[in-house]
């Protein structure tokens, strides 16, 4: 009874203003130290599922380290040390008895630079499926890449070159091949770090759409420098400062109506 | 005047010259050096070369051609029966000359007027002065010595006048040509380009030197043994036939043995240091915390650093017969120099080549693909095994043939380890001996030069040379495809 009422709630709020889905991603004062150095001051935000959010500010302000952290990818640099509280569905993925490999396979990262591995186009997309064990036969696995190239628009280009190198593709087609392989573990949350930065326009309406199109299923999370991206792709908008969370928001009023004189700054572009 | 002392005059007046190049750009423009065409220096530099270079290659020349002309002016000297005569009696002559014209630059003018009288006794003179000489000279040596002598004073004269000369004059003519508008500093590099040029053709010639003096005593080679007995034969043993002719045919030069244990160790070796040097790279660049990577990194150079003689002995008087006992105890008869001893020393060896070039190459796959392949939930070991390695095999591949090329081409270790025995056996518990073991022993010993013993010595470092060679080459062809990769 309580949960119809609430669903019907959230049903009525997402027609409202698309602000009030159920959070997938909750962070709590999450600060991060490299060494002796502060990068992020008690970041607290909740992030929607089922939606775009972006993340935007000046570069060095720490939205790659806050985006790092939702995946842990930060173990990777050892003086690297994050505190605070970060929850994936209510489960916290700094809880030590949470295994952090499976933490990944449920959240894909798409970095700025394209870095397929030096295998063949199938091999790439093939590679997250097989480790997980996802695909029972190769039909299935087949099916899995063929699925997931569709889905990152390209498949029309490589369906007849799938054991060519993957790094003999165009740097556009890299990443979408790189977005094709995060795509193919069926994550649940989908961190992007500039994707579109190193592509040229016609690449990056093609992945825009593709973000368009996977918002449906997924939590997609996207730094970007890109204004106008934001504004296109998004539906909330973080703005970040110094390693400080300024303000968050639906992305209409973050770029209409700010609260704050540093967003209004950054948007009209007057630093950064 | 000697060869020395005027190199250091020539180069003195060089450095005049740069001196007088720099104060005379430099007051071309009234000390506005700005309006030069190249900084003042070149201006010196320009001098100095014009003033060294003609005059040092001159000397240089003169050095080379003048104890030809010399020789052969005083060979014309010698009565008609050694000129005509058999070229070793006339070789010995010459040198006899040599050693008495060595004596008699070593007496005062009268002493040497003295020797032109047939009567005076000139060993007992030469003696006198502390020049011995083993036989009673004859007359006509006295004489041709005598004249030499004279021959090389003149020719020494006039060649310090001469270098000396064109040092001045050149001196002079690059300091007349000194000007605001002088393009001194590209004369100048050319001048160093040339320079910098010959030296990385010393390396180059050095090696096409070798490797055509291999050639050419290869061929004598195989003009007494044919080919086809060296490159197929199955026997070993040179030997029998230095008593006759050679072509009897008595001694057998058969290449197969020695290639056999050169393959055979280098493989033993190679399976002991391929998985170690690899592991402990992949421990090394992927796992190892800053603290053991700093202390043994280091240690495992050192291990690179130990001489092969060292290990040869430390294969001879401890670890060959450590393997000799452990074989007693289990009832396996090893032999204390065997194809294990060496192969198993070989490879320990070859573990710090294999593991530092490894891991240079791990650490060069980009970061980048290590986060792609953790941001789908790759463990670590996946990451390693399915993307690290693969990325790293070509360079991995050639890593192990450069260790490859090092172990066929290794000899303190085979020499002391491996026997001397050539066995065609695949019992790596007997000795057997290797391309560069038989080398060695070819060359030592007191056998006449000329002879197939000592000449397959070259066929047999003519083949060790060809085979790394190849390898090098497929090697080098390997790793630069792999770093075309990630640029
Ligand atoms: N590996 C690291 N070691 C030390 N400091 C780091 C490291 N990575 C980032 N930082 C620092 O943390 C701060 C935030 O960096 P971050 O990469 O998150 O910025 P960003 O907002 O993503 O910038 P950009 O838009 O240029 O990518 C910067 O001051 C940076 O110098
Ligand atoms: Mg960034």
Redesign the pocket.
Known sequence: MLNVQTNELQQGATKLGGALNPHKVAAKDVS?Y??E?R??FDVTVNIPDRGVMAFI????????????CINRMNDT?P??RVTGKITIEDEDIYDPSLDVVQLRARVGMVF?KPNPFPKSIYENVAYGPRIHGLAGSKAELDHIVETSLQRAALWKEVKDRLNDPGTGLSGGQQQRLCIARAVAVSPEVILM??PCSALDPIATAKVEELIDELKQNFCIII?T?SMQQAARVSQRTAF?HL?VLVEEGATNDIFTNPNDQRTQDYITGRFG | MSTSLLFLIVIALGIVGWFLGNWRARASVGGKTSALHSRPGYYGAYVLLWTTLPAVFLIIVWNVLSPIAVSSLVTAKLPENIQNGPEQARALTMSTVRMIENGLSKLSPEDLDKTADPATDVKALLMSKGAPLAVTPEPFAVDAARYQLTLKNSSQLLLTLSSIGLAALGLAFALFQVSPKLRSRNAVETVALAGLLGCSMVAILTTLGIVLSMLFESIHFFSIVPIQNFLFGTVWDPRFSSAGSGSGGGGEFGLLPLLWGTLYISIVALLVAVPVGLFSAVYMSEYASRGVRMTAKPLLEILAGIPTIVYGFFALITFGPLLRDLGAHVGLSISATSVLTAGLIMGVMLIPFVSSLSDDIINAVPQSLREGSYGLGATQSETIKRVILPAALPGIVGAILLAASRAIGETMIVVLAAGIAPNLTLNPFEPVTTITVKIVSQLTGDLEFNSPQTLVAFALGLTLFVFTLALNIYALYIVRKYREQYE
């Open positions: 991060v490299y060494g150095k990068a992020l500010g000046p570069s060095g302000c720490g939205k790659s380290t806050f985006l790092r640099i003086i690297c700025q770090d500039e730094v420098h970040f390693g």
